[in-house]
């Protein structure tokens, strides 16, 4: 007899639980049962599912009774609350926050990078931040094939990856200068940081607050993500993260250094083409390039502009889009969730 699950979604009405709500509708593996949790504030509303209504309840550490994969996207503070109830109810936590990103005995993953990682998990598994899963999604098969010794990014990050408030606060904007008006910027590039700065018609190179080395939170993700994803702490990977006024869809400029020689740009193009979760768009001659208005809504990472650096000869560069709310949150978690049950993990 098949088995059914009992899945959780914790943070039901935020952006990403909404996708994952959507996803859950045509995941691989059956669902016996849902259990849509928020905070207290929405508790009673009602989500659709399947064609039935379900009733949100209140997140708390008896919700998770019976529940076998409970997906989290409420926010790092609620995760370390609730994710180890969960775990001690017998649930697999799938983690979109950074809460345990970085934790040792928490495997960090990308179904088509490391899914063998979570043989080693011990209750937790967490989902890398949206800007890393859809770099090393797409440099997985170019490292398999040929190695990776450097790796520098550069990001022009959608809004929605800072929240309901950021996309307000661009609209409002936008709408304020094309009608001459003035406006307070109150949100961006962090809300809660002490300057606040117009994203409307503008570039801002700050996406989270900044360390002590003057690189971001939002810049060390990525490069310590990427270290623990691919297991390669001696990596060498740099990172630079704007702000665009874009609303969905992160874009990436990505320079790559390859371990051989005489490697060609036809060949890496060869690899991403068959790169599983990846769509290669790379025809110069007529235009053909991703950017972030067309990934939108889908799952794909798309990959182009692939050409050879012109000082290095292990050296490519090449242009990397995906939907920062789907493939850079809400599809890895159901990703890993049907990677656990393919695997017999769960």
Aim: aromatic share 6%.
């Amino acid at each position: 007899m098949t088995k059914s699950y009992h899945v959780a979604v914790v943070g039901a009405t935020g952006a990403v639980g909404t996708q994952m709500i959507q996803l859950l509708e045509d995941v691989t593996f059956p669902i016996k049962e849902v259990s849509f949790l928020s905070s207290a504030r929405s508790a009673g509303k009602k989500l659709t599912f399947r064609g039935e209504e379900v009733v949100i309840k209140e997140a708390t550490p008896e919700s998770f009774a019976g529940v076998d994969i409970a997906l989290f996207s409420a926010g790092g503070s609620i995760s370390e609350r609730f994710a180890k109830d969960a775990v001690a109810h017998g649930a697999i936590v799938i983690d979109n926050t950074s809460a345990f990103r970085m934790h040792p005995d928490v495997p960090l993953v990308v179904p088509e990078v490391n899914p063998e990682a979570l043989r080693d998990h011990k209750g937790i598994i967490a989902n890398p931040n949206c800007s890393t899963i859809q770099m090393v999604a797409a440099l997985q098969p170019i490292r398999a094939a040929y190695g990776l010794n450097r790796i520098i990014v550069s990001t022009y990050q959608a809004v929605s990856g800072s929240g309901i408030q950021a996309i307000e606060e661009l609209q409002m904007q936008s709408q304020a200068i094309l009608s001459g008006e003035e406006f307070t910027p109150a949100v961006m590039p962090v809300k809660g940081d002490k300057k606040h700065f117009q994203i409307a018609f503008n570039a801002l190179p700050q996406i989270d607050v900044f360390t002590d080395n003057d690189y971001t939170y939002e810049e060390m993700k990525m490069v310590n993500e990427t270290k623990k994803i691919m297991s390669d702490a001696s990596m060498k990977v740099a990172a630079t993260c704007v702000r665009i006024p874009v609303i969905t869809g992160h874009s990436e400029s990505v320079y790559i250094e390859v371990e051989q020689d005489n490697v060609k740009v036809s060949e890496i193009q060869a690899l991403l083409r068959n790169a599983p979760g990846v769509v290669l768009e790379d025809d110069t001659a007529n235009q053909v390039y991703p950017h972030a208005a067309s990934s939108a809504g889908k799952k794909e990472v798309f990959v182009g502009r692939v050409r050879h650096d012109l000082d290095d000869s292990k050296g490519f560069h090449m242009w990397i889009v995906s939907d920062n709310l789907l493939k850079g949150a809400a599809w890895n978690s159901i990703q890993i969730a049907e990677s656990l049950i393919e695997q017999e993990i769960i």
